[in-house]
């Protein structure tokens, strides 16, 4: 069993940054690869990005490719997304996950999910 928990979300204005953090314990997730999915208001939680478990390979959803960075440290049993040129359209709860295959952009493949986290971008 893996708990996850994000942190980092918050409110900040068009064009600012965050870094969201998701935190892992129960057992390491240094074998698993991980994932960011994003769900706003009356719409369906969407793929944001994914890294494998080595963290040598990324894939990341269109709409926040260049601006989106997501990162791993496994000796921290944590996952970073470093979000850059916010957008009012970013606004979402945010949540992180695993997966044993890479890479996925379906809900289906993932696991083990956080609470999220709530990202709001106003303009």
């Known amino acids: 069993q893996v708990q996850l928990v994000e942190s980092g979300g918050g409110l900040v204005q068009a064009g600012d940054s965050l870094r969201l953090s998701c935190a892992a314990s129960g057992r390491t997730v240094s074998g698993y690869n991980m994932g960011w999915f994003r769900q706003a208001p009356g719409k369906e939680r969407e793929f944001v990005a994914a890294?494998?478990?080595?963290?040598?390979?990324?894939y990341y959803a269109d709409s926040v490719k260049g601006r989106f960075t997501i990162s791993r440290d496994n000796a921290k049993n944590t996952v970073y997304l470093q979000m850059n040129s916010l957008n009012p359209e970013d606004t979402a709860i945010y949540y992180c996950?695993?997966?044993?295959?890479?890479?996925?952009?379906?809900?289906?493949?993932?696991?083990?999910w956080g609470q999220g986290t709530q990202v709001t971008v106003s303009s």
């Open positions: 996950a695993t997966s044993p295959v890479f890479p996925s952009d379906r809900r289906v493949s993932y696991n083990y």
């Open positions: 890294i494998e478990w080595i963290g040598r390979r990324t």
